[in-house]
């Protein structure tokens, strides 16, 4: 079985659960947050044979490690129908130690994770855009200096120093794992891309660019959870691909 | 130059920046308590990162830091914020403050003990144990559950069991006991994490870079890091040796979470088996050096000055 794990309002999770079902990726379970919420058992053994997690949904669903070869994970929190109702002075600790939960379980699905968690963001792990700007000069992508201060001066907010004109054209690279999906991307800024999934260790990432009119790209933002109905078609197909080892 | 970020009073931040001076290494404090007098700002391009620090009225490049030691706390809970509203000027620099440095950690080339993200392995114990789990360690039988039936049948095959908390935030660690089953429903609001007690002795190791040092510790309570709170608790430390297999495999295990400064917590049973517990990525190791004598801010300082002095 694979997995779609997302928010329930979470519609580009939606699209390609349907996507991906279209090509044969099957037996397929969509799994919201508010499914996850309102699980009714959940037993995760760790051990030095290794991780056995079973998850008993409240529509009778059992969700085993087992049987799981493979996710699509665009989880953001830790779901739970529970925790509104907890003593104020407990909320805070309940809610970390449902998020370090979410953490083991999805960090310990079997097969290929888009994308497996990190203790910085369930589906990948969430950076700064300083970090970014850094790592993606590392990765050989044209990027603007980028400017991060404390000062009263500057509003106490980064200070972007055009990383992109107001008016600039966005375009959208999607990466899934070594391929790069996206119109017209010119081969540096491609392999810049693969370079920079790789730096950042994330499979699955949306980079976004601003194009002049000569054809000039400027890295400016990156992020683990893209709007995925960005790459059509072919990002269901990359996709594909990835979950099933195709 | 070295960067000590924290409270100068605290512990393990004192005893390194006593260290630096003795060894005659150049360093300065961000003095948490002084955030209304410090900035910052840095900038990032073509991978280069350079930008200015202003401590109480100086100014030091920040490409001059070569080692960064980072023991902060939380800046809303210092006794300066404590009763600021949040939207103030002064909490609004103190915030933009901690997190100017905090992004600055993670790309600086300087030694920084230790970044953000490695540290995060240890927000969740079960995440981390997998990670310690694939460096060879042995791990405990552990099950994360909000049954209450699932954790009886746990208990009856292992007799004894421990529960702690998940996250990273401090737990005292118990004893599932007659008294802690009685409210064992209460899990069914939140999974909870028990474990199956491993008999033996506590071990801490503290690596540094390539440097190992282990201390013994011997106590009569569950979770010796609180004995002094309970009744009767007593708890010695003293220094010891590890075979040279587990020291690399100690090594081995730090750099694989990517910190340079690590407190292993191991237990070695009756039969000599090795289990690792948890690894502290921001370790209070002065308690250890205080019993022991064990030259573990000396080792931070060297390695933070750069080069083995």
């Known amino acids: ?246 | 130059m070295v960067l000590l970020c924290g409270i100068p009073s605290e512990s393990p931040l004192a005893m390194v920046a006593a260290q630096l001076r003795r060894l005659g290494v150049p360093h300065v404090f961000f003095n948490q308590r002084h955030v209304a007098r410090t900035d910052m700002w840095f900038t990032v391009s073509r991978g280069h990162v350079t930008g200015r620090l202003n401590l109480d009225g100086r100014t030091y490049r920040l490409e001059d830091f070569r080692g960064v030691y980072t023991r902060l706390m939380d800046d809303r809970a210092l006794p300066e914020m404590r009763d600021e509203p949040e939207d103030s000027e002064k909490s609004r620099h103190s915030h933009a403050l901690h997190d100017t440095l905090m992004q600055w950690c993670e790309v600086t080339p300087a030694r920084v003990v230790n970044r953000t993200a490695p540290m995060g392995s240890n927000s969740s114990k079960p995440y981390q144990a997998q990670l310690i789990r694939k460096h060879g360690f042995s791990i405990p039988e552990t099950l994360i559950t909000n049954d209450p039936e699932l954790v009886r049948q746990f208990l009856s095959r292992h007799q004894q069991l421990i529960y702690k908390s998940i996250s990273g935030i401090r737990s005292i660690v118990e004893t599932l006991d007659e008294s802690a089953l009685a409210r064992l429903g209460h899990i069914r609001w939140c999974p909870t994490q028990f474990q199956e007690y491993i008999p033996g002795k506590n071990l801490r190791v503290h690596t540094i870079d390539s440097r190992v040092f282990a201390t013994a510790v011997v106590s009569n309570v569950t979770d010796y890091r609180y004995a002094h709170l309970q009744k009767g608790g007593e708890t010695e430390l003293s220094a010891t040796e590890l075979s040279e297999q587990l020291v690399q495999r100690c090594l081995r295990l730090s750099q694989g979470l990517g910190l340079s400064f690590a407190g292993i917590d191991l237990k070695v049973t009756p039969d000599e088996r090795v289990y690792c517990l948890e690894v502290n990525p921001s370790p209070a190791f002065s308690y250890y050096e205080s019993n022991t004598g064990q030259p573990i801010a000396e080792a931070v300082a060297r390695f933070l000055s750069g080069h083995w002095v």
């Open chain 1, 1 to 246: 079985m694979w997995l779609v794990l997302c928010e329930t309002q979470d519609v580009a999770a939606q699209w390609a659960y349907l996507g991906l079902l279209a090509r044969g990726v099957e037996p397929l379970e969509l799994i919201t947050s508010t499914n996850l919420a309102q699980a009714v058992c959940w037993e995760h053994r760790l051990g030095n044979d290794g991780v056995l997690t079973t998850v008993t949904l409240a529509d009778g669903r059992h969700i085993s490690s087992s049987d799981v070869h493979g996710a699509l994970n665009r989880l953001l929190t830790a779901p739970s129908a529970l925790l509104p109702l907890a003593r104020p002075s407990e909320k805070a600790y309940a809610s970390q130690e449902l998020v370090s939960f979410f953490l083991s379980w999805l960090y310990s699905l079997p097969g290929p994770v888009l994308n497996r968690p990190t203790p910085q963001g369930l589906s990948g792990q969430w950076r700064h855009l300083s970090e970014w700007v850094w790592l993606s000069a590392k990765a050989g992508l044209p990027v603007s200096p980028y400017v991060v201060s404390a000062d009263a001066g500057s509003g106490y907010a980064p200070v972007q120093m055009s990383l992109a004109p107001p008016d600039a054209p966005v375009r959208t690279v999607l990466l899934v794992g070594n391929q790069v999906v996206g119109d017209s991307i010119p081969e540096a800024i491609a392999e810049g891309c693969r370079r920079l999934g790789q730096l950042a260790n994330t499979a699955l990432l949306g980079i976004d660019f601003a194009a002049n009119p000569e054809g000039y790209w400027t890295f400016t933002s990156a992020t683990p959870l893209p709007d995925l109905r960005q790459g059509g078609e072919v990002v269901l197909d990359a996709m594909a691909a990835k979950l099933t080892g195709g």
